[in-house]
């Protein structure tokens, strides 16, 4: 099992950023990608962007292409999602996510194909 805790959530206006960290702990080696989820109330969970563990392979919703910036550090078992130019659409809980996939089922960015999840940050954007 991996567990996953995420942290860097805060309420910005318009236009600025903010950077959420994800850190795994547990056995991570069941696990071959990351990947951020947000989600508003009574909405399904909107894949935003993944990571593969080994390539490090990157994915994005068209929604954030060019805002957002995935990235890990696989020896400290962590994530990061760098969030520029922030919108108030924006506004959300962000959870990170892990799974073990190959990586054309890790670009759907599917939340029903991610086993590992942590509680979610808020995310408010103004």
Same mark, same amino acid.
């Given at each position: 099992?991996?567990?996953?805790?995420?942290?860097?959530?805060?309420?910005?206006?318009?236009?600025?950023?903010?950077?959420?960290?994800?850190? &795994?702990?547990?056995?991570?080696?069941? &696990?071959?990608?990351?990947?951020?989820?947000?989600?508003?109330?009574?909405? =399904?969970?909107?894949?935003? =962007?993944?990571? @593969?563990?080994?390539?490090?392979?990157?994915?994005?919703?068209?929604?954030?292409?060019?805002?957002?910036?995935?990235?890990?550090? @696989? =020896?400290?078992?962590?994530?990061?999602?760098?969030?520029?130019?922030?919108?108030?659409?924006?506004?959300?809980?962000?959870?990170?996510?892990? =799974?073990?996939?190959?990586?054309?089922?890790?670009?759907?960015?599917?939340?029903?194909?991610?086993?590992?999840?942590?509680?979610?940050?808020?995310?408010?954007?103004?």
């Amino acid at each position: 099992h991996v567990q996953l805790v995420e942290s860097g959530g805060g309420s910005v206006q318009a236009g600025e950023s903010l950077r959420l960290s994800c850190v &795994a702990s547990g056995y991570t080696d069941s &696990a071959s990608c990351g990947a951020w989820f947000r989600q508003t109330p009574g909405k =399904a969970r909107e894949g935003v =962007a993944a990571i @593969t563990k080994a390539t490090s392979l990157t994915f994005y919703a068209d929604s954030v292409k060019g805002r957002y910036t995935i990235s890990k550090d @696989t =020896a400290e078992n962590t994530l990061h999602l760098q969030m520029n130019s922030l919108k108030p659409d924006d506004t959300a809980v962000y959870y990170c996510a892990a =799974a073990f996939l190959l990586p054309n089922v890790v670009a759907r960015l599917d939340a029903a194909t991610f086993l590992y999840w942590g509680q979610g940050t808020q995310v408010t954007v103004s």
